[in-house]
C-alpha cells in the first residue's frame, strides 16, 4: 500500500506526526477488500508505536488496548502490543509520580528547581507540557512569578526523553521557545528571562523569529545593538536581509566602543556577498581605528586574525597584492612605523617573504629612527 510505506518513510525520518495522521486515515475508512486482518492490527500496532514514540502515553495505551480487543487478533500482535502496553503504562505511572512530585515539591518551596524539573518531565511524558503554565497556576491558585515562569522554561529545555529523534528534540525547543516566550511577555523588564529567551533562540530559533526577538529588544533599548549585532547580522545574512544586516554594521561603527572585530566581521561579510573593494576599505579603516593590533604570534595556540591579516588574503585572492605599499600609501594618511611593521608580520605569515622585504626597507626608509616594539600577543 502506497500510503503505508509512505508511513514508514515518514518515520524513518523523524515525522512521526505525519505518519500519524496517515495511519488515523487508514484505520478511520472501513476496511478495504484488499487489506486483510493481519495488515489491518499490523497498522494498529504501527499506530500505537507511533504515538508512544511521540510521547502521547495516554493515547498510545486506548490505541494497544483497541488492538488487543480485536477480533481474531494475530498472536505475534498480541504479544508485541502487551510487551509496549506494559512498558508505556509503566512511563505513564512515572510521569504521574513525577507530577506529584514535582507539585509537592514546589507548594514546599516555590523556587525549587528539581520540583519544576520533575514536573515537566512528567507533564512532557503525557502529552500536556504546553499546558505546563496553566495547570501550575491552577494547581497552586495564583500566578506563577517571574523567577517560576523561568524555572519552568529552563526545566523545559533541560528534558530528557527516552526517544531523543530530531522530532522529539524540536518538540522540546518549540516547547521551551513558547514558555520564554509567555515570561517575556508577561514580564518585559524581566532582564534575566530576556537574555536568556534571545540566548536560546539564537541556538534553536528560526532565523525570522530571531530576528524579530532580537529587533524587538533592541528597539525598546537602542544600546543593546551592541550586545546582539553578531546574532542579528548572522540571521539577516542568513535570509538575504543584507542592506539591514549592513545598516547594523554602520550603526556599530558610529559607536565609540566599537572594536577591532566589528571591522573584520563587516570585511568578511563584504566578501561573502561579492565587494571586495569595499571589504578592501573596511580592513584600511580598521587599520586606521586600531594600528596596534597586531597580527598573532603564530605559534601561539589560538590565532585571531587582524585587519592586516585580512588585508593581505584578500589582495592576494584578487591578484593585486604587489598593490599593497602604494595602496597603503593612498589609503593610511598617517602612517607609522608599526603599521608598517604589522603588514610585514601579516605578509611573512602569509609566505610574502620579498614582499615583506620590500615593507620593511620602505620602513626603515620613511622612520629611519624608529624603534618597533614587537608584539607578543597572541
Given at each position: 500500500m502506497k500510503l503505508l510505506d509512505q508511513a514508514v518513510q515518514y518515520e524513518a525520518s523523524h515525522d512521526y506526526r505525519s505518519a500519524e495522521k496517515i495511519y488515523r486515515q487508514l484505520l478511520g475508512q472501513p476496511q478495504p477488500s484488499s487489506m486483510n486482518n493481519n495488515m489491518h492490527q499490523y497498522i494498529w500496532l504501527n499506530l500505537g508505536v507511533n504515538l508512544s514514540e511521540q510521547g502521547q502515553l495516554t493515547e498510545a495505551i486506548k490505541v494497544l488496548q483497541q488492538l488487543v480487543s480485536l477480533d481474531d487478533v494475530n498472536s505475534h500482535h498480541v504479544a508485541s502490543a502487551n510487551h509496549l502496553l506494559e512498558d508505556v503504562q509503566r512511563q505513564l505511572q512515572e510521569a504521574q509520580t513525577n507530577v506529584k512530585d514535582g507539585l509537592r515539591e514546589i507548594k514546599a518551596d516555590p523556587n525549587s528547581t528539581e520540583g519544576y524539573k520533575d514536573l515537566m518531565t512528567g507533564l512532557a511524558a503525557q502529552g500536556q507540557a504546553l499546558q505546563s503554565v496553566s495547570f501550575l497556576e491552577q494547581q497552586l491558585g495564583y500566578q506563577l512569578s517571574p523567577n517560576q515562569l523561568?524555572?519552568?522554561?529552563?526545566?523545559?529545555?533541560?528534558?530528557h526523553w527516552k526517544y531523543v529523534s530530531n522530532h522529539i528534540r524540536n518538540q522540546r525547543f518549540n516547547l521551551s521557545i513558547k514558555l520564554y516566550q509567555e515570561l517575556v511577555q508577561r514580564y518585559p523588564d524581566y532582564q534575566p528571562a530576556q537574555l536568556e529567551y534571545l540566548n536560546f533562540l539564537a541556538l534553536y530559533g528560526a532565523?525570522?523569529?530571531?530576528?524579530?526577538a532580537y529587533q524587538n529588544r533592541i528597539r525598546r533599548n537602542p544600546d543593546l545593538i551592541w550586545n546582539h549585532w553578531q546574532v542579528l547580522t548572522r540571521n539577516l545574512e542568513a535570509t538575504d536581509r543584507l542592506e539591514e544586516a549592513r545598516q547594523i554594521f554602520d550603526q556599530l561603527l558610529q559607536q565609540k566602543q566599537t572594536e577591532p572585530y566589528v571591522y573584520l566581521a563587516l570585511g568578511s561579510f563584504l566578501?561573502?556577498?561579492?565587494?571586495?573593494?569595499?571589504?578592501?576599505?573596511?580592513?584600511?579603516?580598521?587599520i586606521q581605528a586600531f594600528p596596534d593590533h597586531s597580527p598573532s604570534d603564530r605559534r601561539c595556540h589560538v590565532v585571531q586574525a587582524t585587519a592586516?591579516?585580512?588585508?593581505v588574503a584578500l589582495l592576494d585572492h584578487q591578484h593585486r597584492l604587489d598593490q599593497v605599499l602604494s595602496l597603503f600609501k593612498q589609503n593610511l594618511p598617517n602612517l607609522t612605523a608599526s603599521m608598517y611593521y604589522n603588514l610585514g608580520l601579516a605578509l611573512r605569515y602569509e609566505g610574502f617573504q620579498d614582499l615583506e622585504a620590500q615593507v620593511s626597507l620602505q620602513m626603515q626608509i620613511s622612520f629611519p629612527q624608529a624603534r618597533v616594539e614587537k608584539s607578543s600577543l597572541c
Open positions: 523561568i524555572e519552568l522554561a529552563r526545566a523545559a529545555k533541560a528534558l532565523p525570522a523569529e530571531v530576528i524579530s566578501e561573502r556577498i561579492k565587494r571586495p573593494d569595499e571589504a578592501v576599505q573596511v580592513y584600511f579603516k580598521a592586516y591579516d585580512r588585508l
